[in-house]
């Protein structure tokens, strides 16, 4: 049954990476064969794989999608650029390289990574060009901050569903996670783009004279003010936290307990903060409310392909369940002679080399490992933080972040490589030291 298992996740990479199918198809055909495989009567399948969708989406769909109408309030709204341009004010052009880590990080949290990729390019640039440092060296710390928040912290698609998948906290894994984040960040951004400064292996040639972001970087000037995208920005963070905070202190059941708890539901969360960023970064602002409800309706446009992995992913989660492998496969895992959370990081390390997608990588190993859960008693949410260091790592050729990478900064395959892919596996390894650490004391 185990080789069975191994051979449906090759199958699945096979169709993904080589037949290039889309992955809701590919997981839905390789649930099906599994549940032909795995003896399952024929009446039941379809009500297995309804379920597996279900059961996944149901608490999801809200989360990401309000996450993403608010990341594109913070995009459009030029907040944050503000947001940077007050960090390295702030920090000075000694700490750079510091400045734009943590505006990754913080701009990161409300951005999906792709979105967060193509926002701050410009401003990349603009501040390269104006400081006189390369591209690549600005740039670095920022996509390293961007790439921790989309692996380790919700709401972004991948720690949301692992959440709800180990029936984790959102508010502990939000704690955790910013503690493992900030530690990965310092070393896979500044710390390696120093090394890499040092060693003579970031390519030295500034901006392009004729940047082709010009109208990006005009547009910059009608940005918010630092104080309201800060406070913007960050208020799902203060909420999730403040609430998880009380929560602990009214621990006993009571209308208060109830209230604190609804409150700090990450779908209620995410509305009170689209709402309070429609009027702070577009009311207040002069931009019209209809106007704002066009940009959120295609922010739900480009979510839409997220959805059908995470749908596909439930659906194979499921026929593993119905079928009964989860149990053995619990019980294999559970005999080797590794710590549950490195098991859970190395098959989302494995998924993610053979596939390039860090949601998918994280998404089926947390299907894999999920049996495991109950018989050791690992914490969920390091889980959830473990796995998703494992889907960071090792971003070569077959993932889109490296070429866009590659192509914006106009490196060769081999600086892409040392820079990025270096980058990509150093912030996996040392949040995997984190879980651990987290593990013994927590």
């Not at 894994?173 to 990965?184: D, E, M, N, P, Q």
Request: hydrophobic share 55%; proline share 7%.
């Amino acid at each position: 049954m185990v080789l069975a298992v191994v051979a449906l996740i090759a199958l699945l990479v096979v169709l993904i990476a080589w037949g290039k199918v889309p992955p809701f198809l590919a997981f839905l055909v390789v649930a099906l064969g599994g549940a032909v495989l795995f003896g399952m009567p024929l009446a039941q399948i379809p009500k297995s794989l309804e379920k597996g969708v279900g059961d996944m989406l149901g608490g999801l769909v809200a989360i990401i999608c309000l996450g993403a109408m608010f990341g594109r309030a913070i995009a459009d709204s030029g907040a944050a650029q503000s947001i940077a341009r007050a960090l390295i004010g702030a920090v000075g052009l000694r700490f750079i390289l510091l400045a734009m880590a943590m505006t990754g990080l913080i701009v990161g949290i409300p951005l999906f990574y792709s979105v967060g990729f193509v926002v701050m390019i410009p401003l990349i640039f603009s501040i390269a060009k104006r400081a006189d440092l390369p591209p690549v060296y600005v740039g670095l710390p920022l996509l390293s901050g961007l790439s921790v928040a989309h692996g380790y912290l919700p709401p972004h698609p991948s720690p949301a569903a692992l959440v709800t998948l180990f029936g984790a906290d959102t508010g502990l894994t939000l704690g955790y996670g910013l503690i493992v984040a900030i530690a990965a960040l310092m070393v896979g951004g500044p710390l390696l783009t120093l090394v890499l400064k040092r060693v003579n292996l970031l390519p030295l040639g500034g901006p392009p004279a004729d940047s082709p972001f010009a109208a990006e970087e005009a547009a910059d000037a009608k940005a918010p003010g630092p104080i309201n995208s800060f406070t913007t920005a960050l208020l799902p963070v203060v909420l999730i936290a403040a609430t998880t905070a009380l929560l602990v202190a009214f621990r006993n059941p009571s209308p208060t307990h109830d209230l604190i708890g609804f409150l700090g539901n990450p779908a209620v969360v995410l509305t009170l903060c689209l709402i309070y960023a429609t009027f702070s970064l577009g009311v207040l602002r002069g931009i019209g409310i209809p106007v704002q409800m066009q940009r959120y309706g295609d922010a739900l446009k480009d979510v839409a392909s997220i959805l059908l992995i995470l749908a596909g992913a439930g659906a194979l989660k499921q026929v593993f369940v119905d079928s009964g492998v989860s149990a053995t496969l619990g019980g294999w895992l559970g005999s080797l002679p590794l710590h549950p959370l490195v098991l859970g990081w190395l098959i989302a390390v494995v998924i993610r080399v053979a596939l390039g997608s860090a949601t998918i990588a994280g998404l089926t190993a947390a299907g894999l490992i999920q049996p495991l859960m109950a018989t050791t008693g690992v914490d969920p949410n390091l889980m959830v933080l473990a796995i998703g260091a494992g889907s960071l790592m090792f971003s070569h050729v077959n993932d889109p972040g490296f070429w866009l990478f590659k192509e914006y900064f106009g490196l060769t395959l081999k600086e892409t490589l040392l820079s990025w892919t270096v980058m990509e596996s150093l912030v996996g390894i040392v949040g995997l030291i984190c879980v651990l650490g987290l593990s013994l004391v927590v």
